[in-house]
């Protein structure tokens, strides 16, 4: 009769330290802060395609003027002639996933700016590694599912 009960009370044990050791959700407020929404607002450097080539078509005229800016579990894309923006989420493979994005439908004269929008709006949606290079400005890339990449630099105030 010892022997069952050991073996239980051993699986019991087991099972406990087991649970204990898997921590919080990477995206649950528990998981500690998170960097983007620390820094709040990155301005768009560039983006490559799967081939590695510049995407032309994110920076109108040759310039970078669209930034991210998050808060809470939202993101918001500012800079260009639409409001963009859409939900996101940390998931437990660090992954970033940009759901749902959504976009005013302003008629811009500037049509590079309105295409912009557009390129930028689709480059972010889905899912990306994403990583911060320790700097300052703080660097931000997303490498993402489809083989495109982005480069963004924290805003920061002069110091």
């Known amino acids: 009769m010892t022997m069952p009960r050991s073996a239980g009370m051993l699986s019991l044990l087991l099972l406990a330290a087991c649970a204990g050791g898997m921590g919080p959700d990477p995206g649950s407020p528990a998981a500690g802060p998170n960097p983007l929404t620390q820094v709040g607002r990155w301005a768009l450097q560039g983006a490559r395609d799967a081939g590695g080539q510049p995407i032309a078509a994110v920076l109108p005229g040759g310039r970078a003027v669209h930034a991210l800016v998050f808060e809470g579990d939202r993101v918001a894309v ?9 939900r996101y989420r940390i998931e437990r493979d660090g992954r970033l996933r940009v759901l749902e994005m959504q976009s005013t439908l302003m008629a811009c004269q500037d049509q590079a700016l309105m295409a912009a929008d557009t390129a930028v709006s689709d480059l972010l949606e889905g899912v990306a590694q994403w990583r911060i290079a320790e700097s300052y400005p703080e660097q931000l890339t997303l490498d993402h599912a489809n083989g495109r990449s982005s480069h963004w630099v924290a805003v920061r105030p002069p110091q």
């Open 78 to 86: 500012e800079g260009g002639c639409n409001h963009i923006g859409g």
